[in-house]
């Protein structure tokens, strides 16, 4: 039995992947730590979506593999379920052609792809009335996840692995030795470890400002909704409707799940470690409008309302790529943040990049791209003064 010792900071999804990950691998002891209950920040606001066809080679190359271990957790988390939908992008006439680009490397991966026109669309989805000039990129490989079904599966199941899950328990500090990470500080005392991976999302810059370190991301307020139960189930893929700037789903009990980003808001910034999502509201009119922007395109809105409505921020970095890797200045810290509006369908994937960068050092994909490294201290500083609306930061959706 290994006598090593991870520290997870952040019961999100991202860190609840990686403890399932370091478990899995019989890593030693694992502590997962979270400020709230498990699932406290974005994760429990997530709509869950999923699709592979990403914008770079080695988004495609992780999310072939999250999708791959989406299906298998179906199998090892009782109570949770992939639900394998499929996925459409839509595009303009406009935006197709930066898409189209992207064709040969689904074409090289073997990934799966249709292109379809509205007419066929409805045809497939009857309930999906998508305007004449709208092309989707259908990925059939796709769909989503009930975070309500799978935060609560998944931390079951790294309990019953062994991992210590400790909630309620801010980070405030590191234990730094000789240059490099060895535990983290919280109210209750300092915890030894060999290695403490960050998985704090939107708190990344306090918590990892206290090494000093930073990175250039920037969050943005977004909301979904869930609507009443209709009297039968709708049968559509998982839409991600980026014309109309949102995205809509099925969602469990006949209901329908709508996202909609808020363009031209400015970022929200947080300094504080305490800070709760809790804080965030939404632009009044939001909910009416989103109502309007997608009853054309999904009709049978119009036989329902809202129910439910939740609040989070998504992260971007510089480039729109996620951040994960190990921090070069401190041996034996990592980080995991920055998965824009896609860390949910990341999650199964950076956990298991994180567990392995933990345990052997190396990864089974090749993420140079996604390192910490990569943004130089010049470029970083100028991104963090200025600030952004959504509109003006790189947009990318799940
Ligand atoms: C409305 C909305 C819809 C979204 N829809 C989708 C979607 O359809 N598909 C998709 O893939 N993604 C979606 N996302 C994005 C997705 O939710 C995030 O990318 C993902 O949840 C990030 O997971 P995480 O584990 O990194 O962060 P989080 O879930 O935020 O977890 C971070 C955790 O760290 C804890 N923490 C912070 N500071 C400390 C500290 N000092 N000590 C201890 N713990 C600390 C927090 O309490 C929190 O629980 C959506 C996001 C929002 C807000």
Known sequence: MSTRTAVIIGGGVIGLSTAYHLARKNYGKVILLDKGPVGDGASSRAGGIITDLMWSETGVRARVKSLQLYRELSLDLEGYKFQDVGCLNFFEKASYPDREKLFPIYRKLDVPFEVLDAKEMHRRWPALQAPAEIIGVHDPLGGYSEPDEYIPAITRKIKALGVEVREHQQIQDFVLRGGQVRGVVTAQGAIEADAVVSTVHAWTLPVLGELGLSYPIKTFVHQRYVTKPLPAPVKLPAVNA???????????????????????????????????????????????????????????????????????????????????????????LFVGTAFHSGGFAYNPVAGMLLAEFVAEGKTSIDVSDFSPERFTSQETQAHLERTLAQKDSIRRRH
């Open 242 to 332: 980026n014309p109309m700037g949102g995205y809509v789903r099925p969602a469990t009990g006949n209901r329908l799940l709508v996202g909609v980003e808020t363009a031209e808001r400015e970022e929200h910034r947080v300094t504080a470690k305490d800070w709760h999502m809790s804080d965030l509201t939404v632009p009044a009119g939001l909910k009416e409008e989103l109502y309007e922007r997608f009853v054309e395109l999904v009709p049978v809105l119009a036989q329902t309302s809202w129910e439910t409505e939740k609040v989070g921020l998504i992260m971007f970095s510089m480039d729109g790529e996620p951040i994960l890797g190990p921090v070069a200045q401190y041996p034996g």
